[in-house]
C-alpha cells in the first residue's frame, strides 16, 4: 500500500507542477478544410486532441483551441488515405502558437480499393537499443513486407507500431522510420515506455522527442468498417526513470468525444502499449510497483467508455504472447515482441518465437493470426518430446503461442485420440535453456519467464507414436508429430 501511496503523491505533484507551468493559455482559432482532389469531404472529426469538430457539407472546419494545444489533425476517414512521409501516414500539423488565428488545410486521396476487407499487421517492441541492432529490425521487416505482399493482392493492408519503437536512444527515430518504410506500409506508431523523455518534471513533458518524429500520442482512423484509436498509456511521474500503466483525463475526454459519432455495436480497436490487464502474470497485487508499471491502473474507466461496442485492445509491453477475454465484446491482445527478447535470441521469454501478429477485417469482423518471423504462419505451437522438462518426466510439453480459451489442445497416441492436453504455468524448456539467469553477456537481468499457454499430457504408451493437434478458435487446425 505505501508504494502505491508514494506513486499518487507522485502524481499529484506532477500535476500541480505543470498547471503551474501553464496559467493563462492564449485563445487560437484554427479553421481550414479537408479536401480529396480539391473537394471538400463532409463529417470528417478533427480535433487538437482537446475539442473534437467536424467538417461541414463543404469540407470546412473551425477549431478553438489553445496554446496548450501542439497539433490540429483529423480522424482519417474510410475510403481515404493519408500522405506517407518515411513510411508514417501524416495526418496533423503543428499550430503556430504565436497566432491568434490561422489557417490549416488537409489534403486526403481516396484509397484505390475497397476498404470493406482489409488487413493490417501488429508490430510490438522492436525495442532497437544500438545501431548494428537495426540490421536485425530489418530481417523483421523484410518479413512484414513479404507477409503484406501475400495480402496486398486481395486487400488494402496497414501497420501498427506498438511501442518501445526503440530502447531508450531516442536520438534513432529517424533510423527506425527509414527502416519502417522499406514495408512500403502506412505505419501508424505509438509510445511506449522506452520511447519517452525521462527526467523531465511531469508526463506532459515526456513525450517532446516522439510527438516532435511521428506526431500526436493519441489519435483515430478509419479502415473500412472499424474504427481503430491510438493512445498513450504510459504515464511518466516525474521520478528518474519511472512510470505507471495509465489513461488520463484528457485522453478519456477526448475518447468520449471521438466515439460519440460511432455507431453503438460497431467494432472499435484500441492500440496502446501496456496492456490493460497483466494476464500472463501469477503476480496479482494491484498495490505492487510491478503490477503498476504492467496495466493501466485505471482501467475501468477506459472499459465503461469502451463498453458500447465490440472492442479489441491491442498492447505489448511483455514481450510475451497471450490473450485475455476481458467481457463478452472486450478481448485483450498481448504480442510478443519483434526482438524477441531484446534481440538476445530467436525466442521471447515464453518461448514464442519473434514476430507479429496479422489480423483480418472483413466488414466489422476481426479474424487473426502469429506469424513467426521466417517461419510459416502454419507454425503455431512447438511441440517438446517426453524428457525436455525435467520438472515433468514422461510428459510431452506443447507451447501454443497464440492461445485463447477458445482454442482446443489434444494428442494422439498411435493415431487413438487420448484426451485434451492440460494447460499449467511454466517455463518454455527451449527458454529456460536459451535465457539462463546472470548468464547473458548483455544483460545480466535477462531470463525466462513463466507463461500459461503451455499443455502437458504424460505418455501413456512410452514408444507410441505421438501427435498433436490444436485448434484456433476461427476453426484452423495445426498438427505435429513427436
Same mark, same amino acid.
Given at each position: 500500500?505505501?508504494?502505491?501511496?508514494?506513486?499518487?503523491?507522485?502524481?499529484?505533484?506532477?500535476?500541480?507542477?505543470?498547471?503551474?507551468?501553464?496559467?493563462?493559455?492564449?485563445?487560437?482559432?484554427?479553421?481550414?478544410?479537408?479536401? =480529396?482532389?480539391?473537394?471538400?469531404?463532409?463529417?470528417?472529426?478533427?480535433?487538437?486532441? +482537446?475539442?473534437?469538430?467536424?467538417?461541414?457539407?463543404?469540407?470546412?472546419?473551425?477549431?478553438?483551441?489553445?496554446?496548450? =494545444?501542439?497539433? @490540429?489533425?483529423?480522424?482519417?476517414?474510410?475510403?481515404?488515405?493519408?500522405?506517407?512521409?518515411?513510411?508514417?501516414? @501524416?495526418?496533423?500539423?503543428?499550430?503556430?502558437?504565436?497566432?491568434?488565428?490561422?489557417?490549416?488545410?488537409?489534403?486526403?486521396?481516396?484509397?484505390?480499393?475497397?476498404?470493406?476487407?482489409?488487413?493490417?499487421?501488429?508490430?510490438?517492441?522492436?525495442?532497437?537499443?544500438?545501431?548494428?541492432?537495426?540490421?536485425?529490425?530489418?530481417?523483421?521487416?523484410?518479413?512484414?513486407?513479404?507477409?503484406?505482399?501475400?495480402?496486398?493482392?486481395?486487400?488494402?493492408?496497414?501497420?501498427?507500431?506498438?511501442?518501445? *519503437?526503440?530502447?531508450?536512444?531516442?536520438?534513432?527515430?529517424?533510423?527506425?522510420?527509414?527502416?519502417?518504410?522499406?514495408?512500403? *506500409?502506412?505505419?501508424?506508431?505509438?509510445?511506449?515506455?522506452?520511447?519517452?523523455?525521462?527526467?523531465?518534471?511531469?508526463?506532459?513533458?515526456?513525450?517532446?522527442? /516522439?510527438?516532435?518524429?511521428?506526431?500526436?500520442?493519441?489519435?483515430?482512423?478509419?479502415?473500412?468498417?472499424?474504427?481503430?484509436? @491510438?493512445?498513450?498509456?504510459?504515464?511518466?511521474?516525474?521520478?528518474?526513470?519511472?512510470?505507471?500503466?495509465?489513461?488520463?483525463?484528457?485522453?478519456?475526454?477526448?475518447?468520449?468525444?471521438?466515439?460519440?459519432? +460511432?455507431?453503438?455495436?460497431?467494432?472499435?480497436? $484500441?492500440?496502446?502499449?501496456?496492456?490493460?490487464?497483466?494476464?500472463?502474470?501469477?503476480? %496479482?497485487?494491484?498495490?505492487?510497483?510491478?503490477?503498476?508499471?504492467?496495466?493501466?491502473?485505471?482501467?475501468?474507466?477506459?472499459?465503461?467508455?469502451?463498453?458500447?461496442?465490440?472492442?479489441?485492445? *491491442?498492447?505489448?509491453?511483455?514481450?510475451?504472447?497471450?490473450?485475455?477475454?476481458?467481457?463478452?465484446? *472486450?478481448?485483450?491482445?498481448?504480442?510478443?515482441?519483434? =526482438?524477441?527478447?531484446?534481440?538476445?535470441?530467436?525466442? =521471447?521469454?515464453?518461448?514464442?518465437? %519473434?514476430?507479429?501478429?496479422?489480423?483480418?477485417?472483413?466488414?466489422?469482423?476481426?479474424?487473426?493470426?502469429?506469424?513467426?518471423?521466417?517461419?510459416?504462419?502454419?507454425?503455431?505451437? %512447438?511441440? /517438446?518430446?517426453?524428457?525436455?522438462?525435467?520438472?515433468?518426466?514422461?510428459?510431452?510439453? $506443447?507451447?501454443?503461442?497464440?492461445?485463447?480459451?477458445?482454442?482446443?489442445?489434444?494428442?494422439?497416441?498411435?493415431?487413438?485420440?487420448?484426451?485434451?492436453?492440460?494447460?499449467?504455468?511454466? $517455463?518454455?524448456?527451449?527458454?529456460?535453456?536459451?535465457?539462463?539467469?546472470?548468464?547473458?553477456?548483455?544483460?545480466?537481468?535477462?531470463?525466462?519467464?513463466?507463461?500459461?499457454?503451455?499443455?502437458?499430457?504424460?505418455?501413456?504408451?512410452?514408444?507410441?507414436?505421438?501427435?498433436?493437434?490444436?485448434?484456433?478458435?476461427?476453426?484452423?487446425?495445426?498438427?505435429?508429430?513427436?
Amino acid at each position: 500500500m505505501k508504494n502505491k501511496f508514494n506513486v499518487l503523491l507522485i502524481v499529484l505533484l506532477g500535476f500541480t507542477l505543470t498547471l503551474s507551468a501553464s496559467k493563462n493559455p492564449r485563445q487560437i482559432q484554427v479553421n481550414g478544410k479537408v479536401t =480529396c482532389d480539391g473537394t471538400g469531404i463532409p463529417s470528417v472529426m478533427v480535433t487538437d486532441g +482537446v475539442a473534437v469538430v467536424e467538417t461541414d457539407r463543404n469540407g470546412r472546419y473551425t477549431i478553438e483551441s489553445s496554446s496548450k =494545444c501542439k497539433f @490540429v489533425y483529423y480522424s482519417l476517414p474510410s475510403a481515404y488515405e493519408s500522405t506517407i512521409q518515411d513510411g508514417v501516414p @501524416v495526418f496533423y500539423a503543428e499550430i503556430d502558437t504565436s497566432k491568434k488565428a490561422q489557417q490549416i488545410n488537409f489534403a486526403l486521396s481516396a484509397s484505390k480499393h475497397s476498404q470493406t476487407k482489409h488487413a493490417f499487421i501488429l508490430m510490438a517492441d522492436p525495442q532497437v537499443q544500438d545501431i548494428e541492432e537495426f540490421d536485425l529490425l530489418k530481417i523483421v521487416i523484410d518479413d512484414v513486407k513479404q507477409t503484406a505482399a501475400g495480402l496486398s493482392a486481395q486487400m488494402p493492408v496497414h501497420a501498427i507500431g506498438c511501442g518501445d *519503437l526503440v530502447f531508450d536512444q531516442l536520438q534513432y527515430f529517424d533510423v527506425y522510420k527509414q527502416v519502417i518504410a522499406q514495408s512500403r *506500409l502506412p505505419f501508424y506508431q505509438l509510445v511506449g515506455n522506452h520511447d519517452m523523455d525521462y527526467n523531465n518534471r511531469s508526463d506532459e513533458l515526456s513525450d517532446r522527442s /516522439y510527438t516532435a518524429e511521428f506526431g500526436p500520442a493519441y489519435y483515430s482512423f478509419n479502415k473500412g468498417l472499424i474504427h481503430y484509436v @491510438v493512445l498513450k498509456d504510459v504515464f511518466y511521474y516525474g521520478d528518474s526513470y519511472r512510470y505507471m500503466g495509465y489513461v488520463d483525463e484528457r485522453q478519456l475526454l477526448w475518447l468520449e468525444k471521438d466515439l460519440s459519432k +460511432v455507431k453503438p455495436g460497431s467494432t472499435v480497436v $484500441v492500440s496502446l502499449h501496456i496492456p490493460t490487464f497483466y494476464g500472463d502474470s501469477r503476480e %496479482k497485487d494491484r498495490n505492487s510497483t510491478y503490477f503498476i508499471s504492467n496495466s493501466v491502473m485505471n482501467s475501468a474507466a477506459l472499459y465503461k467508455i469502451l463498453s458500447p461496442y465490440k472492442t479489441h485492445i *491491442l498492447a505489448g509491453h511483455s514481450h510475451t504472447q497471450w490473450n485475455t477475454v476481458l467481457a463478452p465484446n *472486450l478481448f485483450e491482445h498481448t504480442h510478443a515482441a519483434a =526482438c524477441a527478447a531484446w534481440w538476445q535470441g530467436e525466442i =521471447c521469454v515464453d518461448g514464442t518465437p %519473434k514476430g507479429y501478429t496479422v489480423y483480418i477485417a472483413d466488414g466489422d469482423s476481426l479474424s487473426w493470426y502469429f506469424k513467426g518471423v521466417n517461419l510459416d504462419k502454419d507454425e503455431q505451437f %512447438k511441440l /517438446y518430446t517426453a524428457g525436455s522438462d525435467t520438472l515433468y518426466p514422461g510428459y510431452i510439453i $506443447v507451447n501454443v503461442y497464440n492461445f485463447d480459451p477458445s482454442w482446443t489442445v489434444k494428442w494422439f497416441e498411435n493415431d487413438v485420440l487420448i484426451g485434451q492436453m492440460e494447460q499449467y504455468w511454466g $517455463v518454455d524448456p527451449l527458454a529456460k535453456s536459451t535465457y539462463v539467469p546472470g548468464k547473458n553477456k548483455k544483460y545480466s537481468w535477462l531470463s525466462a519467464g513463466e507463461t500459461h499457454h503451455l499443455f502437458k499430457a504424460k505418455i501413456q504408451n512410452p514408444g507410441s507414436k505421438i501427435r498433436v493437434q490444436v485448434t484456433d478458435r476461427f476453426g484452423k487446425v495445426y498438427e505435429k508429430t513427436e
